[in-house]
């Protein structure tokens, strides 16, 4: 989810040099489309689904078509950055032993899974905190950051910029931001 933002354009990316088969799922054509550009094998555009009333289960019938669609049930990993209405039906619609990526939440609220779906599916829930990461497991972290800087290399990997602007319009560029129209990063410069 969040397929086109910042972090999704990089799992992305990080996914396919792993050698991963990756649906990505983000809220406009244009953002599924960039994620097809970087390497998606599949999109899912959950914008299209519109009536909140019915979007668990469109998007729910939306993943288990795509995962079928690439031969296989369904993801063995879900990474969310998302959170809300996005997180239970994406855990729902995990494969047996699946793991589930807890990002952050940046639909804002937090959501509340049915502890149960972890159980009957054996599957996972891993938060996913870089920041206390890299202190915490200081060699495992500086192991991880050299294979990102082979991949770099490489050319596997590469960050999305949608824009690069100066300080001084650091207002404009959280306005651009609340209209979630950004697709990769927005890179501030002094």
Known sequence: MGAAGGVGTAAIQIAKAAGAKVIAAASSQAKCDLAQEIGADAVINYGAFGDAEKFSEAFR???????????????????????????????????????????GFASG????????LALLKGASIVGVFWGDFTKREPKAFMAQYKQLATWYAEGKIKPVIDRTMPMSDLKSAYAHMATRGVRGKVVMVN
């Open 109 to 116: 609220p937090i959501p509340a899974l049915p502890l149960n």
């Open 61 to 103: 019938a939306a993943i288990k078509a795509t995962s079928e669609s690439l031969g296989t049930k369904a993801p063995d990993v879900v990474y969310d950055p998302i959170g809300g209405q996005f997180a239970e039906p994406a855990f729902r619609s995990i494969a047996w032993r699946g793991r589930y990526l807890v990002i």
